[in-house]
């Protein structure tokens, strides 16, 4: 017996330091926590909506279509304006023999500067310029449901995450408090064991179930971490230092019934009202489709103009002084026929032969009109063109481009009634569990109130030695239970409620819409 006794000491001092270590422990974890809490940037659910809305990377790419469908809604617009190209240009020609191929176009005395502009207007009307903004127009608003709908699907996401790690921050607290209550239960085997009122073997056995709690706090508070993380995730974003969720729900009976909700969800639900836009944007492209076979009006003018400069002085002076003597050697030989022939040339005055007398100043004056380049120009004549063309056959091309677009509209048709089906049968799906999970929310609080009864009661029948080791591990082993369940029941009911607020394409929640803080949690 006195071996036995210095053995239970033993233990008893073992147990002891176990104790104080443990006590340690949670005195730091609680310490730690407080401060952590003090520094950490404060969530709700409205707040992470707000930065997944502004950061979520899925999101903001289907987010970048609205620009590209606003803008062909502008092109369609700037379809029923004239188009206007202007072109310039400037070119040098070396003075030599201009040859193409075989022919010789003779030799060019001189380098040539040369430039030109040219403005062309066309204005065309056609069937497809008649249908391509209501075309336009139905895409922008497809595009735009379409974000609507890609909005509330991320919102839906980031709700769902944000809970799953609320239950883990809960999760985090049940196994606190299951550690916490296998170092009582340890302290009251220890008290019991030095007193020798048990055997020492119930010690070890208190120690190893407090051990397992310390595992199960260690695992509990890495899938709090692991789930925070998904939600900076879904966030698009990371955070600096710790961040506490603040958000918190409540646990009601459901007051709606199937057909209230099926109606409302046919008339707001941001996904069918992609699909409706979607279809509509599809029946305008079958009218587009069907425009090619329309006839076409095109209306062109151009305005255009030339300038043209020789290099070299001497040519242009050459050239010019070529000309009037050319001239004043036609004037003379008419004067001489018009003296000679009796009665003169029919119709025919003698004229002043004097004014095609080259001089120096006319050459002047040809070298100033020979400065034009590079934007004196030469305008050319205005043409006016109008054309009006009828498509009579171009194979079976057009025919094909329709019904490809019939085919389109029909598929969307078909989408539409498949997501009705969908949401019809996942609304009454979710709201039945819902209602179960409602239920089990309650059985599972009543459950819980018991386990902790039973707790109680066997701890009081252990002290006084009424009961064994067992009984006391197995009521603390039902309360564990017990706390997982209500936790798992509750959570549960809020993640059914999202399940059906993402069929029924609203907030079901009461107090609020989407995000906002509900009051304590159930």
Not at 14 to 40: D, I, K, N, P, Y
Not at 130 to 159: E, H, K, W
Not at 406 to 421: F, G, N, Y
Request: with cysteine; proline share 3%; hydrophobic share 40%.
């Amino acid at each position: 017996m006195r071996k036995s006794g210095i053995r239970v000491e033993v233990r008893g001092g073992v147990a002891h330091r176990r104790m104080w270590f443990v006590a340690a422990q949670l005195l730091g974890s609680l310490l730690a926590t407080s401060l952590a809490a003090q520094e950490a940037r404060q969530l709700s659910l409205q707040e992470a909506l707000e930065i997944a809305e502004r950061n979520n990377p899925v999101y903001l790419r289907r987010a970048n279509d609205q620009a590209a469908a606003d803008w062909q809604v502008r092109e369609a617009y700037a379809s029923f304006l004239p188009s206007a190209i202007a072109s310039g240009s400037a070119a040098y020609t070396e003075a030599g023999v201009q040859r193409i191929g075989t022919l010789d176009f003779g030799a060019q005395s001189t380098d040539w500067y040369s430039s030109s502009y040219s403005l062309s207007l066309n204005w065309t009307l056609d069937g497809r310029t008649l249908y391509a903004l209501p075309s336009a127009r139905a895409n922008a608003r497809s595009v735009s449901a379409g974000i609507d709908a890609a909005r509330f699907n991320m919102q839906q996401l980031v709700t769902l995450q944000y809970m799953t790690a609320l239950r883990a921050r809960d999760a985090v607290r049940v196994a606190l408090d299951q550690q916490e209550r296998a170092a009582q239960n340890l302290e009251i085997v220890r008290t019991r064991v030095a007193a020798g009122a048990a055997a020492g073997t119930e010690a070890i056995q208190a120690e190893v179930t407090l051990g397992r709690a310390e595992i199960a706090l260690l695992n509990a508070e890495r899938d709090h971490r692991a789930e925070r993380l998904r939600l900076m995730e879904q966030l698009g974003t990371g955070m600096d230092g710790d961040v506490e969720l603040v958000s918190e729900f409540v646990i009601f009976e459901p007051p709606w019934s199937p057909a209230d909700l099926i109606t409302d969800a046919m008339a707001r639900h941001p996904s069918l009202r992609s699909f409706r836009a979607t279809e509509d944007a599809q029946g305008a492209q079958v009218k587009q489709a069907w425009s090619s076979y329309l006839p076409s009006l095109s209306l062109t003018t151009a305005f255009s103009g030339n300038a043209l400069q020789a290099r070299n002085e001497d040519f242009i002076r050459n050239s010019v002084e070529g000309k009037y003597d050319s001239q004043l050697a036609s004037c003379q030989n008419f004067n001489a026929i018009d003296s000679a022939i009796p009665g003169g040339l029919p119709a025919y005055a003698p004229q002043d032969c004097s004014r095609y007398v080259y001089t120096p100043a006319i050459g002047d004056a040809a070298l100033s009109q020979n400065q034009v380049f590079p934007f004196d120009f030469t305008k050319n004549p205005l043409t006016l063109q109008l054309r009006v063309s009828v498509p009579v056959f171009q194979g079976f091309s057009r025919q094909r481009q329709v019904e490809q677009a019939e085919a389109a509209a029909r598929d969307a048709a078909h989408d539409l009634r498949a997501e009705e089906l969908r949401l019809t049968t996942a609304i009454t799906q979710a709201l039945d569990d819902v209602r179960s999970a409602h239920r089990s929310t309650e059985i599972e609080a009543r459950n819980l109130e018991l386990a902790r009864q039973q707790l109680e009661q066997a701890r009081q029948r252990y002290a006084v030695g009424n009961t064994s080791i067992l009984d006391l591990q197995d009521a603390e082993t039902s309360l564990s239970t017990a706390e997982r369940d209500y936790l798992n029941a509750q959570y549960g009911f809020h993640q059914a409620l999202v399940v059906l607020e993402a069929a029924t394409g609203r907030s079901l929640r009461p107090g609020g819409g989407l995000g906002e803080d509900d009051g304590a949690g159930g």
